[in-house]
Structures are given as structure tokens and as C-alpha cells.
């Protein structure tokens, strides 16, 4: 697959709106989470596979898959 587009042109994308997990596994390294993806821009990601390392969810200090996902796509709670 060719790449099209330059890094350079491009500052920031588009906003993620809502995501749904449509399936998880354990692996060795940690979870392969497969993600469908609603984009701010209207489009949206189907079978998006991300992979979150024990790690991972070490660092997010949770054992949550699912909130781990929100953390790896940007979600994070803020506290006033």
C-alpha cells in the first residue's frame, strides 16, 4: 500500500466521537481489542485492532480493558 500523504502537511486529524469494542482477546504481551470507531468527521473505522500491553494497563493503573481503551484513544476524565 502506498503511502499518500506527508507528515509534515498534516498538523491534527479529526476528533473520535464514540467507540464500540466488538471483540477481545488475551494474548502473551496483553490484549488485541478489535474497535469499530465513529470520527467526528462524519466517517467512521470498522475492525480497527489495537493492541494494549499488561504494560498498558499497568501504566493506566486499571485492570479494565475498556478503560483502558478509553485512555489509549485519548479519553481522559479531568478532575477540576
Not at 506527508?6 to 504481551?29: C, M, P
Not at 469499530?36 to 485492532?49: K, M
Amino acid at each position: 500500500m502506498a503511502e499518500f500523504y506527508d507528515l509534515t502537511d498534516y498538523q491534527t486529524g479529526t476528533a473520535i466521537r464514540t467507540f464500540t469494542i466488538v471483540d477481545t482477546s488475551v494474548s502473551e504481551e496483553g490484549y488485541d481489542v478489535l474497535l469499530d470507531i465513529d470520527l467526528d468527521s462524519g466517517y467512521d473505522l470498522q475492525g480497527v485492532r489495537l493492541h494494549i500491553s499488561f504494560e498498558d494497563l499497568t501504566a493506566y493503573e486499571t485492570q479494565d480493558i475498556q478503560q483502558a481503551v478509553r485512555y489509549a484513544l485519548g479519553f481522559f476524565d479531568h478532575q477540576p
